[in-house]
């Protein structure tokens, strides 16, 4: 699993995802999965931007889902055929739903066994058992009740850790370390904050990940 603020980004980013594959893009089939930015209304040119800058890596073949679009059994299909399972940001909660309440989840659990997973911010963020806990401690219950969630969590509950992405970013000028220091003491628990030039590269989800970065990134714990 290759865990990233904003894509791949950077050579050392574009060199991790080359060796989790084992064979060139141009051999290598992906999957984007978009369903973490779809709720949200508004213009979704930022969406098409990060898209197009991964298709340039030159695929094989580069197709574009939704996770409730179509029968189950062509989405299983598409999934099954891929060689990486890209997973675009946006809503974390709402992403991890969608996994849970189309019953693909289980699918996806198989899959990490056999394919590349990639995550962009949002997609990094639906694997920590501490999805519930962060959601009091960053305040984020507005968003939760924006999507008319009963309850969060996340789609496969594999980290003891948790990832929040665009350290530094312009454009949440915020996420500042000292806002990170603060944010880590309300979770109280292990977290990494990764800035948009980092990735987190996971080959055993109960081992601590491996930073792959030409950026900043912070772990508190």
């Known amino acids: 699993m290759l865990l990233t603020s904003n894509g791949v980004t950077n050579d050392a980013i574009g ?3 080359l060796d989790l594959l084992g064979k060139p893009t141009s051999e290598s089939r992906i999957v984007a999965i978009i369903d973490a930015t779809l709720p949200f209304p ?3 040119g930022h969406m098409f931007r990060h898209l197009e800058a991964l298709r340039l890596l030159g695929w094989e073949q580069f197709d574009v889902m939704s996770l409730f679009t179509g029968p189950r059994s062509g989405i299983e299909s598409r999934l099954r055929s891929t060689d990486v399972v890209f997973c675009y940001g946006g809503s974390n909660h709402w992403l991890a739903h969608a996994w ?5 989840a289980p699918l996806l659990r198989e899959l990490l066994d056999e394919k590349v997973y990639l995550g962009l911010s949002g997609g990094s963020m639906i694997f920590s058992r501490l999805h519930a806990a962060a959601v009091e401690a960053f ?3 507005a968003e939760v009740e924006q999507f008319e ?3 969060v969590g996340p789609a496969l509950p594999l980290f003891d850790w948790y990832v929040l992405p665009h350290l530094g970013a312009d454009y949440f000028p915020e996420q500042t370390d000292a ?3 603060d944010s880590a003491a309300r979770l109280g628990e292990p977290i990494w904050f990764i800035d948009d030039q980092t990735a987190l590269l996971v080959r055993d989800p109960l081992k ?4 792959v970065s030409e950026g900043h ?5």
């Open 15 to 17: 060199n991790a995802l």
């Open 42 to 44: 508004g213009d979704k």
């Open 100 to 104: 849970i309440s189309t019953g693909l």
């Open 139 to 141: 305040d984020d219950q």
């Open 149 to 151: 969630l009963d309850s």
């Open 179 to 181: 806002w990170a220091a």
């Open 208 to 211: 601590d990940p491996q930073i």
């Open 217 to 221: 990134w912070l772990r508190f714990g």
